[in-house]
């Protein structure tokens, strides 16, 4: 039994530690607070801080990779300082304070002097929203690989079904939250606020997920006396990197054949390091490796908030769908799918689930390539940049001549027919021959105070339903994928080294980001479908690699190994001391 504020509570519940219910709640705030701001922070930077697309959407950008790269100072400030605990403490709060400031910035009336609506000092709203944005890249990226591993901690070593099962329970937290936010922030920025003029309400889109994340870091707190902590074991990251390097050198020195072979590269380290951190550091570079085909994943999963999301601004309805089916698909495969395949006596292991993930996202391009097929089918031609389009319509009984001045190009328009043109110059002057027609002289002005439109592209006919099959293999393959992800690299991960390696797997997401703007930007590919298409080959290529590289890959019990290290320590110590172990015997024949 558990004492906290006077209440005494089991230990298990459930046949889960206490403890790791504390930790869900927590991601599942941590996550509101992180998806509702980013849902409307482009929005932000466009229509608040006026800045144009491109500018928005690299910045945007920026901030998500710098999310997805500080993981790496939080596994080293875990691993090596403070312990998980504690840094997600410290950085949560810097967190919560990123939060507030982000919120602040977005507050209008701090400097509309004038009280016109706009703010008459922008630099200032703009220092204050990129301080807010590093402040909480610092603090989500830095307690990602914490928070996990920290969670995976609770359980003991005869509880590896219900480690599995809470990996799976910890990513339906992160969708739940992102689901909520993702329509409650963009609801609240639609509200209208403020003390002269009435605004967009961003302070309440931004305040809502720092009270979040203010209520995530009080939960976390509250647990504290139920949590196992392990302790730091020094600086662990530094002692690997020099053990590598040292490796590499020595081996380089001793690279003439009178010298033997040795089982391992690194095994060049033994002559300065201790067999353990060689054997650890094996451990860490075998999954390393496995990582490496990885980030191509995440260069397709990450084009749902991009590229997908454009092709649904061609397309007819209004819907969100990924973390709906998140939620809806966790579950079903943790408790239907994998037990179903279990029975069928098929070794699903979770390097086969990581290959079939990647497979499943490989689909679901083609799928959406499919899609953009018959988009482009309804979709009509748009002017090039610097050309202008005029549509000619003859509703007249009679063929309509036209000439075009200053080339004078002339045009005949059949009756009840129409043309289109597209023309580089800006300015013309059109002459039919038809009866009573009229003068027209066109010429572009940015002093046109009165427009008046007239729809004559009818809406597009293809309903963002038919996303739905693209986005159900992708759901279906992330479950797969990056579920047994997290799992797999807590488990294959020494115990003083945990969240290293749940900070490499996040580096993958950074990479993949990468990979994203190399290929688009080096395909020079005129049609979209033909891009996805390129994305999904690209990926069944990885997928096929890192199904070879599975198959030779070894698994291994962390645990185990250590323990058998210690074993050879102790014979170590006997040997060297033969009266050691009779020392030992005595002293706990004393106890």
């Known amino acids: 039994m558990l004492l906290w504020l006077g209440v005494s509570f089991p230990e298990i519940c459930f046949g889960y530690p206490l403890s790791i219910f504390f930790i869900v709640i927590n991601e599942f705030c941590e996550r509101f607070s992180y998806y509702g701001m980013r849902a409307v922070l482009v929005l932000y930077f466009k229509y608040f801080l006026r800045w144009d697309d491109n500018f928005s959407t690299a910045i945007y950008h920026t901030f998500v990779a710098l999310c997805y790269l500080t993981p790496i100072l939080g596994a080293l400030i875990a691993d090596s300082w403070l312990g998980k605990f504690k840094t997600i403490v410290s950085l949560s709060i810097v967190y919560t304070i990123g939060q507030a ?13 004038n009280r016109d609506g706009n703010p008459d000092n922008i630099a200032v709203h703009i220092a204050l929203s990129m301080t807010g944005l590093i402040l909480i890249a610092l603090g989500t990226g830095g307690i990602k690989p914490c928070v996990s591993a920290f969670g995976g901690d609770q359980f003991e070593e005869h509880q590896e079904k219900q480690r599995s099962r809470f990996f799976s329970i910890f990513y339906l937290s992160i969708n ?12 609240l920025r639609a509200q209208e606020c403020g003390i002269h003029s009435r605004q967009q309400c961003y302070p309440l889109a931004f305040g809502v997920p720092a009270a979040l994340m203010a209520v995530s870091l009080i939960v976390f707190i509250a647990g504290s006396g139920m949590y196992r902590k392990v302790q730091p074991q020094g600086n662990i990251m530094v002692q690997v990197c020099k053990c590598i390097g040292f490796a590499i050198k020595n081996r380089f020195r001793h690279r003439s054949k009178e010298y ?36 191509m994943f995440w260069a397709l999963f990450d084009q ?11 397309m007819d309805g209004d819907f969100t769908v990924n973390p709906i089916l998140i939620i809806i698909m966790v579950p079903v495969v943790d408790a239907v799918i994998y037990p179903l395949i279990q029975k069928c006596k098929i070794n699903f292991t979770p390097l086969r689930k990581i290959t079939v993930g990647m497979f499943l996202a490989g689909l679901a391009f ?201 074993e050879e320590e102790k014979k170590k110590q006997i040997k060297q001391d033969p009266d050691l172990y009779g020392k030992e015997s005595e002293a706990v024949s004393r106890m």
């Open 101 to 113: 400031v982000m919120a602040v910035s977005s507050i209008n009336d701090m400097t509309d002097q």
């Open 176 to 187: 739940a939250g992102s689901l909520i936010s993702t329509i409650i922030t963009p609801i």
């Open 260 to 295: 033997p072979k040795r089982e391992h590269w690194l095994d060049w380290a033994s002559e300065k390091y201790d067999k353990r951190l060689i054997a650890q550091t094996k451990m860490v570079l075998k999954v390393l490796f496995l990582y490496i085909p990885l980030p």
């Open 304 to 314: 749902q908030g991009s590229r997908w999301t454009l092709q649904a601004t061609t």
């Open 366 to 566: 083609i799928a959406a390539a499919l899609v953009q097929v018959q988009i482009d089918k309804t979709l009509p031609v748009f002017p090039a940049a610097g050309q202008t389009q005029i549509r000619i319509i003859n509703l007249g009984n009679s063929n309509a001549d036209v000439t075009f001045l200053p080339d004078l190009q002339n045009m005949t328009v059949l009756p009840m027919e129409s043309v289109t043109l597209f023309r580089i110059p800006l300015v013309y002057r059109i002459f039919t021959t038809v009866p009573n027609a009229s003068f027209f002289y066109f010429q572009c002005s940015e002093d046109v105070t009165q427009l008046r439109y007239v729809e004559d592209i009818q809406p597009n006919t293809v309903h963002m339903a038919w996303q739905i099959p693209q986005y159900f293999l992708l759901t279906c393959g992330e479950v797969v994928f990056s579920v047994t992800g997290l799992e797999f690299s807590y488990s294959q991960a020494p115990s003083n080294m945990k969240s290293v390696l749940q900070a490499g797997w996040l580096l993958t997401v950074a990479v993949g980001n990468i990979i994203v703007l190399i290929v688009a930007g080096a395909s020079k590919l005129s049609e979209q479908w033909a891009e996805y298409v390129l994305f999904a080959a690209l990926l069944f290529v990885v997928c096929i690699i890192f199904a070879v590289m599975a198959y030779f890959y070894t698994y291994t019990d962390p645990s185990e190994v250590e323990a058998q290290l210690d």
